[in-house]
């Protein structure tokens, strides 16, 4: 598997945090189509941070920045998240149509096993990386993931991330925020280890 994973992300989190916070949310289970994901989202105004992503993510990747195109966005989610899928703890679990897709986590003091869970099938487990305050984690779109946990009740309180998908230009699956169908996590993984394995590049 290839993840990367680097702390210290932002040179100033608060104040992403702070936008974050300063927006309004759409809530998936009130729009009129399935939007694929779950929870509170905003898309990201158009920014520097964005680019200066998808450039950071070309490095690792080592790909041609300019044939790439990324969209981002702030998301949310809390306790009641749980409630809008069937069996929360196993169908999270998806894969994204993008290239590549990653997170930026951007609430202090998380609760523990509240960040990304990665399914690893060569090693029959999943890799869990923890929740740290802006901590970047970036990975190949079809890897089968999804959130650890979710907790808190409001956006300032919740699992607060910004979210992002880097797509080919001639992805003819290209479209903003849309992920997937679910996957449900194969039976032989149903009693499968979680492993604090970090690749970390700080």
């Not at 609430?107 to 523990?112: A, D, G, M, V």
Request: aromatic share 16%; glycine share 4%.
């Amino acid at each position: 598997m290839k993840i990367f994973v680097k702390d210290k992300f932002f040179e100033d989190a608060d104040s992403v945090r702070e936008l974050a916070l300063s927006l309004d949310y759409s809530y998936s289970a009130s729009l009129m189509v399935d939007p694929g994901w779950r929870g509170h989202r905003t898309k990201m105004p158009d920014s520097h941070l964005k680019e200066n992503i998808l450039r950071f993510v070309s490095q690792m990747f080592q790909f041609d920045a300019g044939n790439y195109i990324i969209t981002s966005f702030f998301h949310y989610t809390n306790e009641n998240t749980k409630t809008l899928l069937d069996d929360f703890y196993t169908d999270k679990y998806h894969k994204d149509k993008s290239e590549y897709a990653g997170i930026i986590y951007l609430t202090p003091n998380p609760i523990p096993k509240s960040g990304t869970s990665i399914l690893d099938g060569k090693n029959n487990e999943i890799v869990n990386i923890e929740n740290v305050y802006n901590r970047f984690v970036c990975y190949p779109g079809n890897y089968i993931h999804a959130v650890s946990n979710v907790f808190g009740e409001y956006k300032d309180d919740a699992r607060l991330t910004f979210n992002f998908f880097i797509w080919h230009k001639k992805n003819p699956d290209y479209i903003e925020g849309v992920t997937d169908e679910v996957y449900q996590i194969p039976p032989d993984f149903e009693d499968i280890k979680y492993d604090d394995f970090i690749e970390c590049n700080s």
